[in-house]
């Protein structure tokens, strides 16, 4: 039940010629338009208002508006979410003052599917809203109407310009010299003057101007050379009569694309996506950020008359305009990241989410949304297929295809039944036991000499930036830690600092240890910026090029830096996760992982998913010429089981041991889970307060049906971060909706304490 917005001030004074009737009575069922709406920066829920006669006809729901609010009245701008012709009995409505909007800007479908976010990630409507809607759209960014004036010639030719003033005369003559319209500041900058000769020779109708909506960079692609499709393989044509089938029926359906590296997925979407465009229909493309290059980009741009790419690099403008494009029916194909979910496609024909186990498909801020699930309700709600495709998929999804929920497609074999390449590992416990531990062990080295020897090119695999992972002291085994954060610093040489890899706290990186004075503190742990070091000194004159989050911060320095490697001109790529998917290099012959075990042994019931991911992603990056290529893996753990099925290229087998374990734990895909996380800035209060609302919680959750468990309070793994103290709650269940309504509850009976926060977040994907 909404809540009315408050009484509406003192009511105005009646006739007194009315003061002789009876009391006058409100009718129950007097009946009324009236207008939900809901607050970004206002009060959490929903609140009604009444919509004046004047408004009746223009108000939709997905517009904005602007309505008194709370006892002062204050004008605040909220979504109107609904509008109802309902009884509003004795409730005193306050009336919609003003539309912001004049047209909605979320259809009804994106309405129920916002809303739809809202309950299941436990957040406020409006906050959905606001992360729907791009900042550019919602502030009309660069779409501010700019006049470019020009001179009148008519006017002009019957005019003695000796006659006008110095200043007048000279803007003139500066605009038939720029023989193009100019704006009122160029003029103004251009003649040195105000704008008074500007506005004195408009009201002589001596310039003419007009109105034109400019953006503040050029964002319509040039045009590429069309480029043919290219002709299946069986596999593939299977793969496409399968999507083509579900996309006749005109009903949703999810379908799993399982198809090892180099199968040729995209090909399959492309061809896909023609069937979709023949219905007047458009398509949506989420791949990782990551994945956004200008290789994939290419491949679409050959194919389609029409592609909007939404990048994070956009500019609110550029936003906006794109929007507005894709609104007005004029795009065939969005491609994005994450937030593309949400393309405002006016008849979406079908989904495709690339890389549907990558974890950057999560939003870690509220909305805690996971694009993969609002892609299930869009495409549900919108009745089109949705295309989930991975050579390592989640084992949610891999999970619901062998349920039979899913429908699992195959490309079990390599374009050109190239062979997936061969994987050895090196032992990193003998192999690096002696006097000077390096980084690229004996037998990487050797391969690595080799592969240049015979023209190929080498990625390098670590996942972890910086030059040192940390820093402790070998007199009393103090280690660097950030003071706001429960974290060991790392180093990062070329800056000479040490580093916190979360709140970007740095401090000069110390040559005596701060404890004890200690002189030679050590610099332990192997990151991106101390490999690259040992690559450039143990093969000189090797161009190689480092990718990580702190050599890509420029704005195109991932697209030069692949082009150069592209091109050959860079013969080792080397770098963390981001090099380690997507790619396809042909001249690519050697791939090493230089220490698989990074992420193995994380406090995370996913450690072992994510590091089978990991290598089975990178190794697909090499043999995918008709060179070959081979793919070497260091490890200490060689036997370890996740290790193993990833060098065997053995994804079904990886998945079910992996599936096995995760039901005997009760763990995802095998329940549903939320994890609070409270935070606040001293232990003790933020523990009691974790207590408490565990407390309320689990009395919400005895006796259930299905049951459901509550772990917890316990200190996170990351018991500190950005000088708050973390604890957290875990809560599982088969039924998810059984643990939503349990947080509900239990957060209607809590009282948070100044200073603490708590963030329940539905389906985590990070567990630290
Ligand atoms: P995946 O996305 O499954 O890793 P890609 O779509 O990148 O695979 O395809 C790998 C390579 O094979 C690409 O260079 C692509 O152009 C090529 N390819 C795809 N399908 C075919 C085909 N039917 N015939 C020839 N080459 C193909
Ligand atoms: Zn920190």
Known sequence: MARSGGTEGPSPQLPSLFDHLPPWEEDDRAEALTAKVVFPDGPPGDFDYLVP??????????????????????????????????????????????????????SPAMLRLTRWMADYYLCDWAAVLDTVLPAGVRHRAGLRLTTFWAPNTEALAKLDLATLPPKQRSILQILRDANEPLTAPQLQKLAKCSGGPIAALQRKGLLVGRAVRIRRQDIVLPPEPRQPNLPLNPDQQKALDAICQVLHSGQHRTILLYGVTGSGKTEVYIQAIQEVLRFGRQAIVLVPEISLTPQTLQRFRTRFDSVAVLHSHLTDAERHWQWEQIASGRVQVVIGARSAVFAPTPHLGMIILDEEHESSFKQQQTPRYHAREVALQRAAAESVPLVLGSATPSLESWLKAQQGQYLLIQLPRRINDRPLPPVSTIDLRTENSGKKATAITRPLYAAMRETLQEGGQIILLLNRRGYSTHIQCPACGYVLKCPHCDIALTHHRTEQIALCHYCDHHEPAPSACPQCEFPGILYRGLGTQRLEVEVRSRFPGVPCVRMDTDSMQARGAHVRALEAFRTGRVRILLGTQMIAKGLDFPEVTLVGVVNADTALHLPDFRAGERTFQLVAQVAGRTGRGPKGGRVLVQTFTPDHPVIQAAIQHDYPRFAQTELSLREAFGYPPFCRMIRLVVRGPHPQPTAEFANLLAERIREQLTGVDPPARVLGPAPAPFAKLRGLYRYHIQLQSPDGEQLRKAVRKASEKVETPENIQWIADVDPVEML
């Open 53 to 106: 006669p004047e408004l009746a006809s223009r108000l939709q729901p997905g517009q904005r508006v602007r309505v008194p609010l709370g006892k002062g009245n204050r004008l605040v701008v909220g979504y109107c979410v609904e509008a109802t012709i309902q009884p509003v009995g004795q409730r005193v409505l306050k009336p919609i003052r003003q539309l912001v909007d004049e047209r909605p800007l979320l």
